[in-house]
């Protein structure tokens, strides 16, 4: 009988290396495990380990008071074979059952299953989770006269029950998520070697993109073919042309190391070059940089349901004839996948034409063009919708701060309280000044729109915050500026979601805004899609629409027909501290709120534990200067982006006062810190 150094001297390797390869207790390349098989294969007789070996597994078999189960699996390093076999050794032995795991790597491995299947009655049932559709695996499943349960998709067999993850539908809500987070170039990533699983997730994806209204682009769908193709060259054909996509979805948890290797070595910002999501399970994903946004396996429904297929086939078969059971038609289980999104994926900012927003810092100006601003001493004037608060104060410096390093003059500041006849007149008699640059926040769609074309007319540079009237179709004006709203509602949804979780509660109330905004409509979308995607266990229960300041009656409205909610989500700051007026009138400052941008009044409700939990918050600082940066690109005949798009700041109590001094470039006020200070609840986290 062979031993262990017999082994490695005919394969011309380590006896630690034999070890390795038997025990699977280190990586060994593919060709030194080929030579080590081979030479177990080859040898006169068993050698001595591997029957110790398979001595081993039947002591663990007999020793079984109900009977044992084979659990044959590839990979088992695999975080979804790891985690599929530590569920169900925990369910099957609290049910009293022994359960063996088998590795089935190779056909030297398979044949010792097949000889423990052959030799044992004491196994009474197998389950199964391979990757790969090599047939020596089918064989021996398709030989089984006792119970085998499925484990995944990659058993292209429909003569077993199978639970398995549903991947077409991981991939269709996957690329959906991507869809309406605002993009539309999306690439996938995937493995040509396991068919079954490739086509039902081809599917998901085209039928995402044609649900979607876009067209599948072949170059987008990168297969890896084989072992020697290189990631890295299909990432570098698929990212170096023009046509470049804006988010990528991988189909193998195996590719991420790769991926995020060529991202970091070619300075592709992730999620801002490129959002990223990949199906499947890996463990490391929340501790990438940026973390991974996940399609994860449901292990633990996946096992829960195989398990009671298995216990329901050992009870039949202990009631019925053996092949009656065996030969009974199959059941096929389709678990969801729960959708993790961190931060490699990023809801890309569109315009109110549906462009695609640009950062800000593509906006600079070299030393030459400031200078020639200088010499040609530009003059602008800034047009507010309402003016005195914060937000007009910071946004006013902001472009100052632009302006006064380049020689611009503001020449003339005006606000009309959101009247826009008033609004009206002020641009006329602006336009008699013959100002250069025009930054204007137009007050309505409709009812400012022909004065406004009364600019373009002009030499006038018109630079639009916030929207754009009706009548302009992307034309005629330098840009428009705005927060990135899809980023903003995905902070407010994320921070709402999370608290509620955090505190056992789930059903949740939405106030927003009733005119047709295009801003405001993105951010109250995006804050729906994050809590339909990210947090299943949570519950709209009905939303309110407001437009003419009802926004006090709208929530005691909402309660009285919903008094089972929990959080309710407010489009914006103002209506926000209506809705905890009336929350704290009908005694329900149980109630928490999330909505968006920082001022006082919210601030102070934050600080002092009130109902306000939770907001994402413009920077109209930079928002200004983004806008200054656009006029003087304008002026100086530049080509400028249509939508320049400015991140928000996501805002607790915990970073209340780090995020006031960021947004409003000085410190709190004292009350606010003083109220922090005194908050009990806060204090004590």
């Not at 005119?515 to 299943?536: G, K």
Request: proline fraction near 3%.
């Amino acid at each position: 009988m062979a031993s262990i150094k017999d082994i490695a001297k005919m394969a011309g390797v380590s006896t630690a290396t034999v070890s390795h390869v038997i025990n699977k207790t280190r990586y060994v390349s593919p060709e030194l495990v080929d030579k080590v098989e081979n030479a177990i294969k080859n040898a006169d007789s068993p050698p001595k380990f591997v029957v110790r070996r398979q001595k081993k597994i039947r002591e663990s078999i007999y020793q079984s008071q109900k009977g044992a189960l084979l659990y044959i699996c590839q990979d088992e390093d695999d975080n979804y074979i790891g985690e599929i076999w530590n569920k169900l050794k925990k369910l099957m032995e609290s049910s009293g059952y022994t359960i063996v795991r088998c590795n089935c790597n190779s056909e030297f491995e398979m044949s010792i299953i097949n000889k423990l299947l052959s030799d044992n009655n004491g196994i009474i049932g197998v389950f199964v989770s391979v990757k790969s559709d090599k047939l020596y695996a089918q064989n021996i499943i398709r030989s089984l006269q006792i119970p085998c349960v499925i484990i995944g998709n990659e058993v292209d067999d429909s003569a077993f029950d199978r639970v398995t993850t549903d991947i077409y539908k991981a991939a269709y809500d996957c690329t959906m998520h991507f869809i309406r987070s605002g993009h539309e170039k999306i690439a996938i990533l995937m493995d040509n070697s396991l068919k079954s699983y490739n086509n039902d997730f081809m599917k998901g994806y085209e039928n995402a993109l044609k649900d979607g209204g876009i067209k599948l682009k072949n170059r987008y769908v990168l297969y890896k073919y084989s072992y020697d193709k290189k990631i890295s060259d299909m990432l570098s054909g698929l990212l170096g042309g023009n046509d470049t996509p804006s988010a990528l979805l991988i189909t193998d948890s195996d590719y991420i190391y790769s991926v995020y290797r060529y991202i970091m070595k070619r300075n592709v910002r992730c999620p801002k070059d490129l959002s990223i999501m990949c199906v499947g399970n890996e463990g490391s994903a929340p501790y990438l940089n940026p973390a991974l946004s996940m399609a994860e396996n449901d292990c633990e429904r996946i096992v829960g349901k195989a398990v009671e297929l298995m216990l329901d086939k050992i009870k039949e078969l202990s009631e019925n004839d053996k092949y009656e059971v065996i030969l009974k038609k199959p059941s096929k289980i389709l678990v969801s996948a729960k959708m993790i999104i961190r931060d490699s994926t990023i809801g890309t900012a569109r315009g109110p034409f549906g462009e695609r927003g640009a950062d800000m810092h593509t906006l600079t100006l070299t030393e030459k063009e400031m200078d020639i601003c200088r010499m040609k001493k530009f003059t602008a004037v800034i047009v507010y919708h309402y003016i005195g608060a914060s937000f007009m104060k910071l946004h006013e410096q902001g472009v100052r701060d632009v302006f006064d390093r380049l020689g611009i003059t503001i020449i003339a500041v005006m606000g009309c309280q959101m009247d826009f006849s008033m609004q009206r007149k002020q641009i006329q008699s602006l336009l008699m000044l013959e100002p250069d640059i025009m930054i204007a926040f137009p007050v309505n769609h409709t009812m400012t729109q022909d004065v406004f074309k009364e600019v373009i007319r002009t030499k006038t540079k018109l630079v639009f915050m916030g929207h754009v009237p009706d009548g302009f179709e992307g034309k005629g004006y330098v840009s428009c500026i705005n927060v990135n709203e899809r980023s903003n509602g995905r902070n407010i949804g994320r921070g709402l979601g999370d608290y509620l979780l955090l505190n056992h509660k789930k059903n949740i109330g939405i106030i927003r805004y009733g005119h047709q905004f295009y801003a405001t409509n993105q951010r109250d979308l995006a804050v729906e899609q994050i809590i339909r995607e990210e947090y299943p266990e949570l519950r709209i229960c009905a939303t309110e629409v407001f437009s003419q300041k009802d926004e006090y009656e709208k929530t005691k409205e909402l309660l009285t027909w919903h008094p089972e909610i929990d959080g309710i989500y407010v489009s914006w700051e103002g209506p926000a501290i209506k809705v905890v007026e009336a929350l704290h009138d009908i005694n329900r400052e149980d109630i928490i709120v999330a909505t968006s941008d920082l001022d006082f009044s919210v601030a102070l409700d934050m600080a002092k534990g009130g109902c306000i939990k939770v907001l994402s918050a413009q920077q109209p600082f930079e928002e200004g200067q983004a806008a200054a940066l656009c006029g003087a690109n304008a002026v100086l005949g530049k080509k400028v982006p249509s939508f320049v798009a400015v991140e928000p700041v996501f805002v607790t109590a915990e970073n209340l006062i780090k995020s006031w001094n960021a947004i409003y470039k000085s410190k709190a006020p004292r009350e606010i810190i003083d109220a922090l200070q005194k908050n009990e609840q806060f204090m004590s986290e």
